[in-house]
């Protein structure tokens, strides 16, 4: 995969996760830009400014506690057509925590470990190729 076609936007509200994502993707290539997750929620300007301005080829959107609110975010964001057939990755720290409390996510759980960027980056690679969120077979 030429990393260096693809512009990331992370949208994920901690500095050391967002600099962890950054560094790995900016070394493949990638330009990567990033936003606070937080931030959308509620302001549909923000959101827009942000997705006009970088112009992703896939988005990675951390869902955090609070959980239920944070779907919710996510939940109305995707719903306003914002990213349009832009994928989406969903990131969490917990992804059995989330899944109990708003149902089944596919999330991609990432804590950090250079076997969780490399299992990340397979599965933006199994995206930008056209597959649902659902992880891959291998992944499982």
């Not at 512009?7 to 990033?34: I, K």
């Not at 942000?50 to 939940?75: G, H, K």
Request: hydrophobic fraction near 45%; aromatic fraction near 8%; glycine fraction near 6%.
């Amino acid at each position: 995969m030429v990393w260096e076609e693809h512009v990331l936007l992370v949208l994920n509200s901690h500095p050391e996760t967002v600099e962890l994502l950054t560094d790995w993707f900016a070394a493949l290539g990638a330009t990567v830009h990033y936003g606070r997750t937080s931030e959308l929620c509620g302001n549909a300007a923000a959101a827009r400014d942000i997705v006009e301005s970088t112009r992703p080829t896939v988005v990675l959107f951390d869902l955090a506690v609070p959980y239920a609110r944070n779907w919710q975010c996510f939940q109305h964001v995707a719903n306003s057509g914002l990213f349009g057939a832009t994928p989406i990755v969903l990131t969490t720290v917990n992804a059995r925590a989330l899944d109990e409390l708003v149902g089944p996510t596919h999330a991609f759980e990432i804590i950090g470990t250079p076997h969780d960027l490399w299992k990340l980056q397979d599965l933006i690679e199994w995206r930008l190729a056209g597959h649902a969120q659902a992880p891959r077979p291998s992944m499982q």
